[in-house]
């Protein structure tokens, strides 16, 4: 596998997160339009696209948080790709970003509905914390953070 940095005019980071996109409209329903509003991908600057030769097969992005924190935002590996260590692979190439911009620590959210994403976290150190910003309150979010 080998990975690319990039933004989020990246036509394969685009075609990936139109499959993500899909996906989550499948699995949250109603709720999704919500989410939707909170990922939009046009001004994201940190992104990494992973590959399997030519063919993308992964990716993740990172979203100024604070001073000192960035926030993961649309991870996506697909379905036939899925348990091979890709979406570790990629979270660990955005950590490795983020130290070198310096960045102390990432945050993030996902749904209830995907016990996958939620294992992943655990999986790779990080911990559940209060629901923060707009996720306060809502019930199908778990938050995580994890120090650098």
Not at 65 to 74: A, C, H, I, Y
Not at 125 to 139: A, D, L, P, R, S
Request: net charge negative; with cysteine; hydrophobic share 35%.
């Amino acid at each position: 596998m080998t990975i690319k940095r990039t933004t989020s005019d990246d036509s394969n980071f685009q075609e990936l997160v139109k499959l993500l996109d899909l996906e989550l409209q499948e699995r949250d329903g109603e709720e999704h339009l919500f989410y939707a509003t909170l990922n939009k991908t046009n001004t994201l600057n940190y992104v990494i696209v992973g590959y399997d030769q030519d063919e993308p097969i992964g990716c993740g992005a990172l979203r100024a948080f604070s001073e000192d924190t960035m926030e993961v935002k649309r991870m996506f590996v697909p379905l036939h790709k899925r348990g091979q260590g890709i979406a570790s692979t990629i979270l660990t190439a955005l950590e490795i970003w983020c130290k070198e911009l310096g960045i102390k620590k990432c945050v993030l959210e996902t749904g209830k509905n995907q016990p996958e994403a939620i294992a992943l976290y655990k999986k790779n150190q990080y911990h559940i914390i209060t629901n923060f910003g707009k996720y306060e309150g809502v019930e199908n979010s778990v938050c995580f953070e994890k120090e650098l």
